[in-house]
């Protein structure tokens, strides 16, 4: 356990669904992220939230809805995902935008 | 956009071996962190490095910030077999657009 949890763990939906990965931090963090992990690709930056102030969106579609109500929960909404879309989504936090983050565990996420 | 090169791509050692592993950038950074990730896992961090030249030491692990402040390294001193998994270098060059990663260095101990 690091401290950042995200829920859920996998999650398999249709290309017409729409479901959220939520992330959640007691560490006292000020900064969440989301990254997006495919095979063989580095990790990806998709969101980063400072003081709940989305300060970075880098250039994700938008079928991924980034929500922040407080510095301890981020929410990843999706919505009509491509195939492509399946990877491991990964949440972290840090104190600061450029110290080291701690992530969570990742939710698998596949489409079909 | 900023280059960043992580490498060796993947290397298969024996346990006991000693392990090298470097990332170099095009541009100057002010942070180089090293992580690791096992199977299923997210990552963790494993040594944040802060300031050019600085050397550090987390058990069997080293990792030196370059003094040009565009490479970092990470030594293993004698691998054991948990030591198995992806490690990724990753920076920051300050401000609020957070941290990127390389591609990962895959370490496999053979029996």
């Known amino acids: 356990e690091t401290g950042v949890t995200q829920t859920p763990r996998h999650l398999v939906m249709g290309m017409t669904n729409k479901k959220s990965l939520k992330c959640e931090q007691h560490?006292?963090?000020?900064?969440m992220y989301w990254y997006k992990q495919s095979a063989k690709k580095p990790l990806e930056l998709m969101f980063v939230?400072?003081?709940?102030?989305?300060?970075e969106n880098n250039s994700v579609p938008s079928r991924f809805s980034p929500e922040c109500p407080n510095s301890s929960h981020l929410f990843l909404h999706l919505h009509t995902l491509q195939p492509e879309d399946s990877a491991l989504y990964l949440c972290?936090?840090?104190?600061?935008?450029?110290?080291?983050?701690?992530f969570g565990s990742g939710t698998r996420l596949t489409v079909v | 956009g900023q280059q960043l090169n992580q490498s060796p791509q993947s290397m298969f050692i024996q346990e006991g071996e000693d392990v090298s592993m470097n990332c170099t950038s095009s541009s100057i950074f002010n942070t180089w962190l090293w992580y690791k990730q096992d199977p299923g896992e997210g990552p963790v961090l494993l040594i944040a490095l802060y300031k050019a030249g600085e050397l550090t030491s987390n058990g069997r692990l080293t990792a030196q910030f370059g003094i040009t402040r565009k490479d970092s390294f990470l030594n293993i001193s004698a691998s054991i077999p948990s030591d198995v998994g992806i490690y990724f270098c990753g920076y920051s060059g300050g401000g609020a657009d957070g941290l990127t990663f390389g591609k990962g260095t895959h370490l496999i101990i053979q029996p």
């Open positions: 939230y400072n003081f709940k102030e989305q300060t």
């Open positions: 560490l006292g963090h000020n900064a």
């Open positions: 972290a936090s840090s104190t600061r935008t450029d110290y080291g983050y701690t």
